[in-house]
């Protein structure tokens, strides 16, 4: 069975994801769809970019995303629908693919152009579920559109290595459901840039000197119960491999969380600094 997945800054309140679904499966009856976020900030590229990057490699090679943000067609973004390490991505061409296309050169990508077949009342969304449709059936990119060699990059999405090679400059792309703020430094870079060098985290006026494995590494000794390290600040990359800021055990509701006790939010600025 072929799969949709959807990313949309749609919301639930609305009838717009039920109408979505509705439409997909009026195309594709024996499609699966599955939700990965309709929470994503409006207009948000820089989060839309991170989820879809975190959450594709859970899905079966072949599966199509449908990414649904800030997707009305203009001078500045067309749409396009790209092949890459064997998914397909539709979306509008601004940016919100670049941070996959920072990994993995991508196996195709087309300017989607069939749509003046369709009625004029027919709307971005409608041409972008005939092309999910259209791909989740087997279909070849090239009969929706002309082949492109490249796409915008969105430079909030790549962190900054400075001159000298001593620090990383990066930005807050996302705050998750505990209130933890991820940035755009990937372990990749940090290790390529670190070279086994001390390294301090500096997110002003606080900083962290160590990134753990993983949450419950902060438990530093065995004397004290794991509760005890509640409410500390700590450092780790994520699943997705971007470094993310957090505390310990977090309820944002309740006690506050990075967002709120550090004063972290989206694209501040954060810093790593080796000596």
Not at 157 to 184: C, E, P, R
Request: with cysteine; proline share 4%.
């Amino acid at each position: 069975m072929s799969i949709i997945t959807l990313t949309t800054d749609y919301g639930l309140k609305d009838h717009f994801v039920g109408s979505l679904k509705g439409k997909i499966l009026s195309e594709n009856p024996e499609v699966q769809i599955i939700d990965i976020s309709h929470d994503i900030d409006p207009f948000n590229t820089a989060e839309a970019s991170y989820i879809i990057g975190a959450a594709y490699m859970s899905f079966p090679k072949g599966t199509v995303h449908l990414i649904g943000v800030d997707i009305e067609r203009n001078k500045e973004n067309q749409h396009i629908a790209m092949q890459w390490n064997d998914h397909y991505f539709i979306c509008a061409d601004n940016g919100i693919l670049s941070m996959l296309t920072q990994k993995i050169v991508p196996q195709k990508i087309v300017a989607i152009n069939i749509h003046d077949r369709f009625p004029i009342e027919a709307t971005d969304l409608d041409i972008f579920i005939q092309v999910a449709s259209h791909l989740s059936k087997g279909g070849l990119l090239n009969v929706i559109g002309k082949e492109i060699q490249s796409i915008k990059e969105a430079t909030e999405l790549q962190a900054l290595v400075a001159d000298d090679g001593n620090s990383i400059k990066g930005n807050i792309i996302y705050i998750d459901h505990f209130g933890n703020v991820v940035t755009n430094i990937s372990k990749k870079q940090f290790l390529e840039i670190s070279r086994g060098r001390p390294y301090e985290i500096v997110m002003n006026p606080k900083s962290i000197k160590t990134i753990l494995p993983n949450y419950s590494a902060i438990a530093t000794s065995d004397k004290y119960p794991i509760k005890t390290y509640e409410g500390e600040k700590l450092a780790i990359f994520n699943e997705a491999g971007f470094l993310e800021i957090a505390i310990f055990r977090s309820n944002p509701s309740k006690v506050g969380s990075a967002n709120s006790l550090l004063g972290l939010n989206y694209r501040d600025v954060i810093t790593i600094k080796f000596s």
